[in-house]
């Protein structure tokens, strides 16, 4: 994906291709998730080094995930 050709915006939060990618990222990773009661330790383990990333864009990921009410991830 290209930045200049993939936007999502809206007038609350933009989202380029670089944090969409990391949005799909994690919604490929939990795709099944509904089958666990628990997370196992694999996942917990995963989505720490997933959400191992500057304030910035940990606010950024965040606000996407809100904004495309994606309830889980924040």
Do not use: G
Not at 6 to 19: E, F, M, W
Not at 38 to 46: C, I, N, Q
């Amino acid at each position: 994906m290209n930045d200049a050709v993939v936007k999502v915006s809206s007038d609350t939060c933009q989202i380029d291709s670089a944090l969409l990618k990391k949005v799909i990222e994690w919604a490929t990773y939990h795709r099944n998730d509904e089958k666990y009661d628990k997370y196992p330790d694999d996942v917990v383990s995963w989505d720490a080094d997933f959400l191992n990333v500057d304030k910035h864009t940990l606010f950024s990921l965040t606000a996407a995930a809100n904004h495309l009410d994606i309830k889980v991830i924040y």
